[in-house]
Every structure is written in structure tokens, then in C-alpha cells.
């Protein structure tokens, strides 16, 4: 602060209009830049997970798709023949149910660890705040 006394005022009080300009910029572009750091990084890790899950849902369908293939020779045997052979073509459909519902169960577990961006939705929701000068209704 300059003072009645004759002291020249410091290099803060006589920085201009565009300067304090220039650095809200750079200050929001840095912050900006940084948002989309962490959004790339949360959107990676979601990905992973996402994968994961339709992952097994894919084999779930694949499952289910034999099942549906074993139950139709299994029961297309069973009619045609009466004896036999007809019961182990039910025996593997029963298989590949139960690694179906495996799957599905596991698959439906990845897929619910999936949280989206929450770090980022968390900071972004402060920026308007930060650009007014209310950093402390962010806390």
C-alpha cells in the first residue's frame, strides 16, 4: 500500500486491469486443463471396469445360447430315440445354464463397481464458486 509518508506504491498496486486479466486466464485455463487430466483418468479406470463386466455378459450369452442349442438336440434326441443317449445332451444344457447364471451374477457385480466421474464432477461443481472469488463455500 502506498502511505501519506511518500513511499512508491508496490508492483501489485500498480499492475493493470489486462494483467489481472491475464492471470485470471492463465488461472482458469491451468484449472480447465486440469479438469480434463482427471476426467481422462476416472473415464480410463471406468472403462476398465465397464469392460470387465460386459465382459461376462458376454459370456452369459454365449452360455445361454449353447443352452438353448444342448436343450434343443437333448430334447429332439429324447423324443427320436426314447433311450439312451438322449439324457447326456440334457446333462451338458444343465452345464452350460449353470455357467450362464455364473457369468450373469459376476458380470452384473463388475458393472455395479462402476462409479463415473465423481472426483471430477466434485471439482468441476466448485469452479463457479473459485471464478467469484468464493473458494471457502467450497470446502
Known sequence: M????GESPSPEETRSIGEILG????NVTTLLRQEVEL????VKESTSKASK?????VGA???GL????FLSVSAWWGLGLHIGNEWSGLVVALIWAV???ILAVVGKKELEKVKGLPQTADSVSKIPDALKGHEENNR
Not at 2 to 5: F, G, I, R, V
Not at 39 to 42: R, T
Not at 53 to 57: E, N, R, S, Y
Request: proline residues 0%; glycine residues 12%; without cysteine.
Open 23 to 26: 492471470d485470471v486466464s492463465r
Open 2 to 5: 502506498s502511505s501519506a509518508y
Open 66 to 69: 449353447l443352452f438353448l442349442v
Open 99 to 101: 455357467i450362464g447364471a
Open 39 to 42: 476426467a481422462k483418468a476416472e
Open 53 to 57: 463386466g460386459v465382459g461376462m455378459f
Open 61 to 63: 450369452a454365449v452360455a
